[in-house]
Structures are given as structure tokens and as C-alpha cells.
């Protein structure tokens, strides 16, 4: 397993993410069914879905957390299944209702995270200096992340994600519990990592933030994926709202109902 | 506080009543602990004052001389382990219920203080305590009782003064992380060292003789823990001159401790609203060392293997339950050779080394609990399996071997006083240690399972307990049978079995160490997102 080099351009063509037919079944209750999804390389894709769509699922079995029922699911040309080493190195993961090590403080974890990658310790310190410069964690801050505040953790398991600067970042709602100015932040760094070549997946259910930031949406409900492409075709000359609602099912206010508020 | 706190103490008192009434009313369960917490009072008292009289009607000052100071220091203790007992069953006056109020804080000490001798512990305390009055009266007459009557007023005052202390100072400290940890670290400390207590006290008792108890019955009289109870015994022997002395020794002690309670209940009244201002407040200490060193300790490998072990090491002291967990099996290390020493003449010794051995390894019987779903971490960054066996056995190992070390010098040189048996003992406990890591170390793959939050300290296990500890208690037994060719060996090879045993023990522990860490290994490459599953609580 190697460090790959800082971002290589990335090959034209080829899927960053491609998932075939993946189906989840807890217990009896059908959570991903079929979810087949084409993510090209230099994208920024949003996975928009209600809460209980099943996006976690469907994000966990992609990145190798969780075994899919049936399906595959490659990254970057590896299959998950088949080849983990491969696959794994070139991804960088931020779970959602997951926790880290969080008995580390922010620079033991992403030292820790950066040895587990088989990176060489003093391209560990440097970079995990930088990042913690820049997301305003503190290099010196012995907090364990355990104490630290829910905006500090996602931005602590963001750092983490990026620290082998990976070629496709699977990020599971990054920006729950994130503050304006540090959404900002994680903005930028997201907007100038996918001009650099690199492919951000991320789940959301915050539709102002994916309209603003995507290239491509896919939208689930009840573990079925509804649409997907680029953010312009779905969209139409219509509102991102009014389609999500049309599709996921939820009803507008007509004006008839509730008349007496 | 002497006038003007007394004129505001009654609304304390009939608050406390009141909330004690209404707690009860059309509460059929609680009425029925009411009850039963009445009787165990009763109990108590009766047993209490019948003991406390019983050398006055043996008219034995001597008995008297140890009883008191022990028994009083006792009471103390108890009422000091109380509220951490049942801390949160009674907060019928929670100080922070009172942070809005325009109270004076000698009005609120007072308040509450009185309200807390309003009560059955309290009175049963003082019921109790009656008997060593009788026993003053029958042997140094009216002076003597008279000052003993003070005496227990005294020591009661303390009782109180230190549990509301304890009380306030916990409502405080339970409110960060950090003392909830300590908290969880201390009750498994308690708990592992009662038995172990016991059987060390029973056997000091047997081998004590007289007079080393009553020079410490002495010391204990002069402490602020026994001088309360004791006053009464002094003046009967003609000691009147050390009444005002440990009178005022107690005194002190309640005032530090009143002292003390005022200062913790201000920030008890406060915490209510600033608990958790300061989460992810800085705490940095600049000494330009990177991340990598900060992880990992200087002479530690820069690798996977290195950060894993790292990693893991932390964890074993940062994580409570890993951590009350080695403390147990240190004090149980300890204690079991050690006891049975006191108990039998040594002979048994060695036997329960062993048992040690096997039971160190049950620590990691469920190794993927501990952290929970922050094993993704390691799935994420695909660690192979064996890799992560080895670096979790490792860091285990790095606190167990010491640990076992301490067992063979303590099973040799003080249980069973044969200091050239000590490498052989080391060697065997080495083996059961080998053979138990290569029975637990595959059940923790194969039988993981979720254990609760850890930010409540008080949590408990959610159900199943038995049938989820089954495979760890097998693998214990199984660690004894595995590892009694080594034991055997001990006993049939006599005088070379001291030259033989160590490197003997350490090859078959290592061995089968080996064996069972690779069957883990490859178990865990197959089963890891299981192992994920299963250990995420839902």
C-alpha cells in the first residue's frame, strides 16, 4: 500500500465511486434496495434523502463498513469486497453517528490516523500541523475529542479524512452541528479539493447547502433511489425544493388546509 | 451562625418533612422502601447500641478501648460512603433547587445541615451511639456518660458534616466527564477490593495479637474519626485532660468540612447552569512536539503496528472501563495469593496464581465493546486482521506481564516464602496467560457485543448479562485446563521445575498465544463489518 502522490490528475472516464444493485435488509425492513449509482471522477455529488432514507446504509456498504446483502460497489476501479487494501487506501471517510477514538486528543488522533495509512511520520506531523492550523483545532490542544464541542468533532473527523489526501472523499452529513463560519470553512476546502481534481460524495439533508455546492444530486427515500444526475437536469427551471418534495412524496401546502391559524 | 440563621431553619426542616410526605403519598413501591428503610434503621440501632453496651455490662474497659474508636470511625465511614452509594436516590434538597432564592449561605448551610440530621440515619445513628453512653455510665458513672453524651452529639455533627459535604462536592463533580470517569474507576475499585478486604482483615485478626489493636484502637482515638467516641472512656480512666483536646480536634475536623461544603455548594448552586460551559475549552501544552509524538512514545516503532499498540496502550489507561478493569485484576493479583497466605500457611498459593493468570486475559473477552463503532476507524483504513490481534494482545501484554510479575513476587517471597520458586511461578502464570489470550482472543471476534454509553457512570450492562459472559468465563476454565501440563510439570519435575519452568512457561504461553492469535486473525479478516455491527449500540 503506498501513500498516493499529492492528487494525481484523474483519469478521464472513469467512475470515481460506481455502485451496482446494492440491497440491505435489517431484519425484515428492506433499508437499501437496488441502489445503483454512478459517480464520474471530479464531481461533487450530493446524496439528498429524509431522515431514514437510508444514505448512511448506503454510504457505509460503499466505503466497506457494512456488508451489502447483494451488490457491489467499486472505488476508483477497486471493488470494495474484493480488493480492501486498494480500495481503502485511496478514500478518505467521515462517518456519521459514528464514533472516533475519541480518548485521543485531535493530534493523537490524526497521528493515529495517518501511521494506520502507512505514511511516513514526518509527512504525518507536517500535514497533520497544517490541518489542524487551518481548521482552528490547535496543534497544541491536549482536549481530548471526547470533550471537544459536535462542530470541533466533525471538523476533527474531516481533518481525518483528508490526512492521505485521498482521491474520493465519502463524507457522511459533514455539516451537522457545524457552525456558520466553520460550514464556510469546510466549504472551501471542499471547493478547492474538487478543483484540484478530487471527487467529494456527500450526504445531506440541508438542500440549500447541496444547491449551492453540487454538480451532481441523487435523491433517496424509503432505501429506493429516486433521481440522479447532474444538478442542472434534475432541476429543470424548477426550485431543487419543489422537486425533492415532489419526489420524495411530501405534500405542500395547498392553503386550504389549517385554515383557521 | 449562631441567631439569625436559627430563625429562617425552620422552613428547611418542614420542607424536607413535607417533600419526605409527598414523596410517599399513593406510591405503593416507595412506601414499601420507606418501610423497609425504617426497619433496616431499627435494625441497626438495636444492634448498634446493644454492641456499644455490651462491655459496660461486661464492665471490660479494655474491649471498650478497641470498640469505640473502631466502631466509631465505622460510622463515619459509612455515613461518608453513603451519598456515593445512593448518590441521586434522595435529593430532596438538592442545593441547586435553591440557586434562584435570595438565601444567605450560612442560612442555606444551616438550613440544610439541620434538615439532614432530620431523618433516620441520622436518628438511628444517634440511637446506636446511645450504647457507648450506657457503657461510659457503668464504668466511669455520671461524668463519664456526661461526656460521652457530648461525645456522640459531636461525632453525629461530624457524620452529617462529612456526608453533606461529600454530597455537594459530587453534585459539582459529576457534572464533568472527567470526575464521572473517576467515579466509574472508584466504584469498580470498591467493589474489587471488598472480598480481598475481608479476607485480609480476617486474616490480620487471626494473627494480631492484643496489644497492637489497641495501640492502634489508640491512634485511631485521636484521629478525627475516633476522638468523638471515645471521650467517655477517657474520663472513666482518668484521662479527663484529653476531652477538651479531642473535642476540639473534632470540632476543627466539622469546620474544615462545613467549611469546605459552603465553598462546594455555592459552585453546586452554580453548576446547575453552567454544566458543560466548558466543553472543548483548550487545554494546550506547547512543547513542540508533533502529533506523531504525541501519539507514540519515543523509542515505539513509526508504523501501523507502532500506532495500533499506541493507540491502544492509551486506551487501556484513558477508558474507564479498560482501566477499572486492570485495576481489579491488579488488586485481585494482589490479594488472592496474599489472602490465602494469611488463611492457610501458604500452600494454597500458587494454586490461585494460576487462577490469575486465567483471569487476566478475560479483559479483552469482548476487546471491541470497549471503543464501540470507533472500530470503523480501523475498518475504514482496512487494517488486516492479524495486524490488529497482535497490536491489541501487545498493548494488553504491556500491562499484564508486569502485573504477573507482581504475582510471582508476591505468591514467593510473602504467601509462600520461597523466593527461589519465583521464575518457575512467573513461567507458569506466563503459560495460563498464553493459553487463556488464545481461547479469548477468538471470542472476542466471534462473540462481540455492545456495551452501553460510557458517559453514564452508573450504567449497567443491558440485559443477557450471563449468556454475553459465558464465552469468557469458558475461556478461563479453558485457560486452566489448557495450561495444566505446565502446572503438572511443576509438581512431578520437584527441585528441576525451578531452572526449567520459567523458559518452559514462556515458550508454551508464546506458543499457544501464537496459535490462537492467527485463528483471530483470519476469523477477524472474514467478520470485520460484523464486528462493527455488532459492537455499534443502536
Known amino acids: ?261 | 451562625m449562631a441567631l439569625t440563621p436559627a430563625l429562617s431553619i425552620g422552613p428547611f426542616v418542614r420542607l424536607k418533612l413535607r417533600i419526605s410526605r409527598n414523596g410517599l403519598r399513593g406510591r405503593p413501591a416507595r412506601i414499601v422502601m420507606f418501610v423497609l428503610g425504617a426497619v433496616a434503621a431499627g435494625f441497626l440501632a438495636i444492634f448498634g447500641y446493644a454492641a456499644f453496651a455490651t462491655p459496660g455490662l461486661l464492665d471490660s474497659a479494655r474491649s471498650a478501648e478497641v470498640l469505640f474508636p473502631f466502631g466509631g470511625a465505622l460510622l463515619v465511614f459509612g455515613w461518608f460512603l453513603m451519598p456515593l452509594l445512593f448518590f441521586g436516590v434522595d435529593d430532596s434538597l438538592d442545593p441547586a433547587q435553591f440557586a434562584l432564592l435570595p438565601l444567605p449561605r450560612r442560612t442555606l448551610l444551616a438550613g440544610l445541615g439541620v434538615a439532614a440530621l432530620i431523618g433516620l440515619p441520622a436518628l438511628a445513628t444517634l440511637a446506636a451511639t446511645a450504647g457507648m453512653v450506657d457503657t461510659s455510665a457503668r464504668l466511669g458513672g455520671p461524668g463519664a456518660a456526661l461526656a460521652q453524651l457530648l461525645g456522640i452529639i459531636c461525632g453525629l455533627l461530624l457524620c452529617v458534616a462529612v456526608s453533606r459535604a461529600v454530597t455537594s462536592a459530587f453534585a459539582t463533580a459529576l457534572r464533568s466527564r472527567r470526575a464521572r470517569d473517576l467515579a466509574t474507576v472508584l466504584l469498580a475499585v470498591v467493589a474489587a477490593s471488598l472480598g480481598p478486604a475481608q479476607l485480609l482483615l480476617l486474616g490480620l485478626l487471626d494473627q494480631a495479637d492484643w496489644r497492637s489493636v489497641q495501640l492502634i484502637a489508640e491512634v485511631v482515638g485521636w484521629t478525627p474519626f475516633g476522638a468523638a467516641w471515645t471521650v467517655g472512656l477517657d474520663v472513666a480512666g482518668g484521662r479527663a485532660w484529653a476531652v477538651p483536646i479531642k473535642v476540639v480536634i473534632v470540632l476543627v475536623a466539622v469546620g474544615g468540612l462545613l467549611w469546605w461544603w459552603s465553598r462546594t455548594l455555592e459552585r453546586a448552586m452554580a453548576g446547575a447552569a453552567t454544566a458543560g460551559s466548558r466543553r472543548g475549552s483548550a487545554v494546550t501544552r506547547a512543547d513542540g512536539r508533533g502529533p506523531v509524538d504525541q501519539l507514540l512514545f519515543r523509542w515505539w516503532p513509526r508504523s501501523r503496528f507502532g500506532a495500533l499498540m499506541a493507540r491502544e496502550t492509551r486506551y487501556w489507561w484513558r477508558e474507564t472501563r479498560r482501566r477499572a478493569a486492570l485495576i481489579t485484576l491488579g488488586v485481585a493479583g494482589v490479594f488472592l495469593p496474599l489472602s490465602t497466605a494469611f488463611g492457610s500457611g501458604g500452600s494454597g498459593g500458587r494454586g490461585l496464581a494460576v487462577l490469575v493468570g486465567a483471569i487476566a486475559p478475560i479483559g479483552l473477552a469482548n476487546q471491541f465493546g470497549y471503543e464501540g463503532s470507533a472500530y470503523a476507524t480501523n475498518l475504514a483504513t482496512g487494517i488486516p486482521g492479524r495486524l490488529e490481534v497482535h497490536s491489541r494482545a501487545a498493548a494488553h501484554a504491556l500491562f499484564t506481564l508486569p502485573m504477573l510479575l507482581l504475582v510471582a513476587l508476591v505468591t514467593g517471597l510473602l504467601a509462600g516464602g520461597r523466593p527461589e520458586s519465583v521464575p518457575a511461578t512467573f513461567g507458569m502464570l506466563v503459560a495460563t496467560y498464553g493459553v487463556g489470550l488464545a481461547l479469548v482472543l477468538p471470542v472476542s471476534v466471534r462473540a462481540a457485543y455492545a456495551l452501553p454509553d460510557p458517559s453514564t457512570p452508573f450504567a449497567l450492562s443491558s440485559g443477557g448479562g450471563l449468556g454475553k459472559a459465558l464465552p469468557s468465563l469458558g475461556a478461563m476454565v479453558g485457560a486452566i485446563v489448557g495450561s495444566l501440563p505446565v502446572v503438572l510439570a511443576g509438581y512431578l519435575l520437584g527441585p528441576a521445575w525451578l531452572w526449567l519452568g520459567l523458559p518452559a512457561g514462556l515458550a508454551y504461553g508464546l506458543a499457544a498465544y501464537l496459535v490462537g492469535a492467527h485463528l483471530a486473525g483470519g476469523l477477524l479478516d472474514r467478520r470485520m463489518p460484523e464486528v462493527l455491527a455488532a459492537v455499534s449500540a443502536r
Open chain 1, 1 to 261: 500500500m503506498s501513500i498516493p502522490a499529492q492528487r494525481p490528475p484523474s483519469e478521464g472516464g472513469t467512475a470515481a465511486m460506481s455502485l451496482r444493485g446494492l440491497v440491505k435488509r435489517f431484519d425484515s425492513r428492506l433499508a437499501v434496495s437496488e441502489v445503483s449509482l454512478e459517480v464520474p471522477a471530479g464531481s461533487f455529488y450530493g446524496l439528498l434523502g429524509p431522515n431514514g432514507a437510508g444514505k448512511t446504509t448506503t454510504l457505509s456498504m460503499a466505503v466497506g463498513l457494512l456488508r451489502p446483502d447483494a451488490g457491489q460497489a467499486v472505488l476508483l476501479g477497486y471493488d470494495v469486497w474484493q480488493s480492501p487494501a486498494e480500495a481503502k487506501s485511496l478514500v478518505g471517510v467521515l462517518p456519521d453517528g459514528v464514533r472516533m477514538f475519541d480518548r485521543l486528543s485531535g493530534p493523537e488522533l490524526l497521528a493515529y490516523h495517518g501511521l494506520l495509512r502507512a505514511m511516513p511520520a514526518d509527512v504525518v506531523d507536517q500535514r497533520a500541523r497544517d490541518l489542524l492550523d487551518v481548521l482552528e483545532l490547535g496543534v497544541d490542544n491536549r482536549t481530548l475529542v471526547v470533550d471537544y464541542s459536535a462542530g470541533m468533532k466533525k471538523k476533527i473527523g474531516l481533518a481525518c479524512a483528508l490526512l492521505h489526501a485521498p482521491r474520493l472523499l465519502v463524507l457522511d452529513e459533514p455539516f451537522e452541528a457545524v457552525d456558520p463560519v466553520s460550514a464556510a470553512l469546510i466549504r472551501d476546502i471542499l471547493q478547492r479539493y474538487v478543483a484540484g481534481g478530487g471527487t467529494v460524495v456527500f450526504s445531506s439533508h440541508v438542500l440549500e447547502v447541496v444547491e449551492r455546492l453540487c454538480s451532481h444530486v441523487a435523491i433517496m427515500s424509503d432505501g429506493v433511489l429516486r433521481m440522479h444526475g447532474p444538478l442542472a437536469e434534475i432541476r429543470g427551471d424548477r426550485s431543487l425544493q419543489d422537486v425533492f418534495v415532489q419526489v420524495v412524496g411530501g405534500r405542500v401546502a395547498t392553503g386550504s388546509e389549517l385554515a383557521w391559524l
